[in-house]
Nanobody, 120 residues
Framework: QVQLVESGGGSVQPGGSLRLSCAAS????????MAWFRQYRGNEREGVAG???????TYAEAVKGRFTISRDNSKNTVYLQMNSLKPEDTATYYC??????????????WGQGTQVTVSS
């Protein structure tokens, strides 16, 4: 049974930083692509950052230069380092596995989400 467990969310002021973690079990993160998506209230879920087995990284335009996705295969964990956070980054962040890039419809394995709130 595949489990993706996110952690690291919280409340931070604009300009601050957070690091999200996604610990996987029942699935090897090195075998395919992993990605972070986010969803704000009733809006559509959107791709934030993805990393594939070849190490290729993909970022949404809105987070380029501020967010960095990485992975530790030995810990079977994917990370999202978020710097220079803005209020518009406020959302529930989800980890996903088994898809391709930031193509939402290709991902079938999801975590439960972790809340990130950026506010002064």
């Amino acid at each position: 049974q595949v489990q993706l467990v996110e952690s690291g969310g919280g409340s931070v002021q604009p300009g601050g930083s957070l690091r999200l973690s996604c610990a996987a079990s029942g699935y090897s993160i090195s075998s395919g692509c992993m990605a972070w998506f986010r969803q704000y209230r009733g809006n559509e879920r959107e791709g934030v950052a993805g990393i594939c087995s070849e190490g290729i990284r993909t970022y949404a335009e809105a987070v380029k230069g501020r967010f960095t996705i990485s992975r530790d295969n030995s810990k079977n964990t994917v990370y999202l380092q978020m710097n220079s956070l803005k209020p518009e980054d406020t959302a529930t962040y989800y980890c996903a596995a088994g898809g391709f890039g930031l193509a939402l419809a290709t991902y079938s394995m999801w975590g439960q989400g972790t809340q990130v709130t950026v506010s002064s």
